[in-house]
């Protein structure tokens, strides 16, 4: 399976998964910014990738197939594991992290770095000081 198709089976997965959740395509659609049309077509085209039939529609309502529910359960969870790697990831650019390596004069160090050091340790724990005080001059 190529990497488009992947993305598009994870889009279908969206789509199923939305349209079931608020009931209908247009629904599912004003959720995710798109057209009825658009969430219809991504089912319908996860449908004809898997060879099943994963709703009954009515011009009122869509309702899930042996299959469907199957699938329901399993792409929730899918989507749900897609979104905490998400969170996890934006968790860790919004806090600084790394090595941070500064090479100040010795007096400054004293009356200016050393008294900080320990409110920086705390706000920023994932921060690893190395901090050279020295009066020579850094090249």
Same mark, same amino acid.
């Given at each position: ?9 994870? =889009? ?71 979104? =905490? ?44 000081? =190395?901090?050279?005080?020295? =009066?020579?001059?850094?090249?």
């Amino acid at each position: 399976m190529s990497g488009i198709a992947n993305l598009e089976s994870v =889009d279908g997965l969206v789509a199923f998964v939305t349209a079931v959740e608020t009931g209908g395509f247009a629904a599912a659609g004003r959720r995710l910014g798109v057209s009825a049309s658009a969430i219809g077509k991504a089912v319908a085209r996860l449908e004809a990738r898997l060879g099943v039939r994963l709703l009954h529609r009515t011009t009122r309502c869509i309702t899930l197939t042996g299959e469907g529910n199957l699938l329901f359960e399993r792409a929730v969870r899918i989507i749900e594991e897609i979104q =905490d790697a998400e969170n996890a990831i934006a968790e860790t650019r919004s806090f600084p992290r790394g090595k941070l390596k500064v090479s100040i004069p010795a007096a400054m160090g004293r009356h200016v770095i050393v008294p900080a050091l320990d409110q920086f340790i705390k706000a920023h724990p994932g921060v690893e000081l =190395d901090i050279n005080l020295d =009066d020579r001059i850094a090249m």
